[in-house]
């Protein structure tokens, strides 16, 4: 099938790349100049395993090309919206402006039976409105959310956990013919992983819209969970490890993501649980999520805390010391700075008077755009250099797998926070270390 992809950030860049590889003619669609050199290039704008690869080998073939230009959408059978869906300034809403973009600078280049796909992360109802300005287009919408995790991108399009679409229904909830036709049109752009037994889910578009947010919610009260009992464990003296460990072993809960510590970040879980709220509030139904506001306010004291912590080995006063921050990206495996904790936690201690240096295997070249007054080190142990202080921030492995004599050689004073609850307290207290974490003794 000839496919177009709009918008060519993370997630239209991963997908293009990706739909080439499956055997389509891809056509991805960037305004940024800059972007769609880099990519026509090979080279991925960002950090990402696996995608620099993906853009080789696809390029190769042929069956990938990037323009700046709408009309090359032209043609295309399928064109995918991923053009990025930011929290407005000032407010919790999401900013639907590069969606409506989109559509107006694509629709003049609709065929009749042409499919949109949406997997652009937007507010109920926005796909509704999308559909209503396609009339006369002869053109039909399909909400198709994406569910990438950073550092895991590549596999998350080739291999999906489940593929969702939403179509046109009848007041029964039941396709209507167009409804179908589009269907079996995404049936054959996912025929390999459909062919791989994928879930697939076939609905209406309000429930498609829903479930990305709906899931992101749900991880983020799972994380801010088990960071609100580290607030107690933390008054009761208890361990939230152990706790973890103990309630993970319910079938019903999991373990997964109830590591407590600093929470979460980047450019999804945050900006998307505040537009979930306030397209409630829009709805009459703010009540409903009346909660996320506590997951979003637990989440943010995490980073408060980790500065009292840093606060306390240090003897009360943070002013002056030297703290090495070892992580800037929000998550390990990605070089995305967005709503990071580990610079949040780094900023705020430099306001308050400490030297920090920070260091990140990918992120150092977008965190110093974002924090130019913050120091900026290429390797954990030139950070660690006479440090009073080593926060692990952002658990990739390279900072797990640290060794705390080497470490020691270098820093002044050996002190190490765990951002992540991923150190061995015992092995670094054995060495002599003062370990603290959040939610531990």
């Known amino acids: 099938m000839r496919i177009s992809v709009i918008g060519c950030g993370y ?9 080439a590889q499956l055997g389509h003619d891809v056509i991805g669609i960037d305004v940024d100049a800059t972007k769609v050199h880099a990519l026509r290039a090979g080279r991925a704008p960002f950090y990402e395993p696996g995608l620099p690869e993906l853009l080789k080998d696809s390029g190769a073939t042929g069956r990938l090309s990037f323009s700046t230009d709408m009309a090359d959408a032209s043609g295309s059978d399928v064109h995918f919206i991923c053009v990025g869906t ?4 000032g407010e919790f809403r999401a900013d639907l402006t590069y969606v409506n973009a989109a559509i107006a600078a694509l629709r003049p280049h609709l065929r009749p039976g042409d499919v949109v796909a949406g997997k652009s992360t937007v507010p109920v109802g926005t796909a509704e409105a999308i559909a209503e300005s396609l009339e006369g287009t002869g053109a039909v919408l399909v909400w198709n959310p994406e569910f990438l995790r950073e550092g895991f991108a590549v596999k998350d399009t080739l291999h999906p956990d489940r593929l969702v679409y939403g179509v046109p229904t009848d007041d029964e909830g039941v396709p209507t013919a167009e409804g179908a036709r589009a269907k079996e049109v995404l049936d054959e752009v996912y025929a390999t992983p459909l062919s791989e037994h994928t879930p697939l889910v076939v609905t209406d578009y309000a429930t498609a819209q829903l479930v990305k947010v709906a899931a992101n919610s749900f991880l983020a009260t799972k994380i801010s969970f088990i960071n609100a009992m580290a607030e107690l464990c933390e008054a009761t003296g208890a361990d939230v490890t152990r706790l973890a460990d103990a309630i993970g072993y319910d079938a019903r809960i999991g373990r997964r993501f109830l590591n407590a510590g600093l929470g979460f970040g980047g450019g999804c879980l945050p900006k998307d649980i505040r537009a979930f709220m306030a397209r409630a509030g829009e709805l009459g139904v703010s009540d409903a999520l009346s909660f996320l506001r506590e997951v979003d306010s637990i989440n943010m004291r995490r980073r408060v805390r980790m500065v009292d912590l840093a606060r306390e080995v240090c003897d009360g006063s943070i002013v002056g010391k030297r703290i090495a921050v070892l992580g800037a990206a929000f998550k390990p495996d990605s070089d995305d700075v967005r709503d990071s904790p580990a610079l949040s936690v780094a900023a705020q201690m430099q306001l308050q008077g400490a030297h920090v240096t920070v260091t990140d295997p990918q992120a150092v070249a977008n965190a110093e755009a974002k924090w130019p007054d913050l120091h900026f080190a290429e390797t954990a142990l030139e950070a660690a250099k006479d440090a009073d202080v080593v926060l692990l921030a952002t658990e990739w492995a390279e900072y797990r797998e640290v060794e705390p004599d080497a470490l020691a050689e270098v820093v002044a004073h050996k002190r190490i926070l765990d951002g992540r609850n991923v150190l061995e ?9 003062t370990y603290r974490a959040l939610g531990r003794p």
Do not use: F, K, Y
């Open 11 to 19: 997630l239209g860049a991963v997908h293009a790349a990706s739909m």
């Open 86 to 89: 930011p929290q407005v300034h």
């Open 425 to 433: 307290p015992a092995v670094w207290r054995a060495a002599g270390w």
